[in-house]
């Protein structure tokens, strides 16, 4: 995989990724890496030719590939993310009513997954969150910036998040599970 995160310009590859069960297995993806059609359509409850057909399209868009130095056989297929990470740019797509509606389309799909993953956390079993005793927050926070130290501010919580998101796990023999973040950056009135 690339460890670059991608800019995203062409509103063909957003409307690809642009649909819940293409979002989440890129995310499957990016949390257990490498896969079978086999293995994503286990982790996702999805058919096999569902997900083979999801695959292809995210494969049209350069944002999945083939993996075949997995390959036990000819007949397994390994699929892997292509980048990091996915950016984008309302301005990218300014100016073009169909290639905005495309990028706000994305936006949405983001949000809704966001907030969707923290709604099914606070609706998990009690012995499931009891685990986690009080580990797992929320935050917001009020600030007062400019648009360049709103960019600086960024650049700081990325830096924090690649620290943790691409170190080498200790083999200390603990259990590590997938823990979703998200925080959102942008100019509001209370």
Do not use: C
């Not at 083939?66 to 390994?78: F, G, I, Q, T, Y």
């Not at 009690?126 to 600030?143: G, I, K, N, V």
Request: net charge negative; no cysteine.
């Amino acid at each position: 995989m690339n460890r670059e995160v991608r800019q995203v310009t062409d509103s063909r590859v957003l409307a690809a990724m642009s649909h819940p069960l293409r979002r989440r297995l890129m995310d499957v993806l990016k949390v257990y890496g490498p896969a079978t059609v086999s293995t994503l359509a286990e982790r996702t409850g999805q058919a096999v030719a569902n997900v083979s057909h999801h695959l292809k399209v995210l494969a049209a868009a350069d944002l999945v590939e083939e993996a075949p130095e997995l390959a036990r056989d000819r007949r397994e297929r390994w699929w892997r993310l292509v980048s990091a990470g996915l950016r984008w740019s309302s301005a990218d797509f300014a100016g073009d009513p169909s290639r905005e509606a495309v990028q706000q389309a994305a936006v949405s799909l983001n949000l809704d997954r966001q907030v969707g993953l923290v709604r099914d956390w606070h609706a998990a079993a009690e012995e499931q969150r009891a685990a986690w005793a009080e580990a797992p927050f929320s935050t917001d926070r009020w600030l007062r910036l400019t648009p360049t130290e709103l960019a600086e501010f960024e650049t700081e919580l990325l830096a924090l998040l690649s620290r943790w998101g691409d170190r080498e796990l200790p083999d200390d023999g603990q259990r590590r599970e997938p823990v979703f973040f998200f925080a959102h950056g942008i100019p509001a009135q209370p």
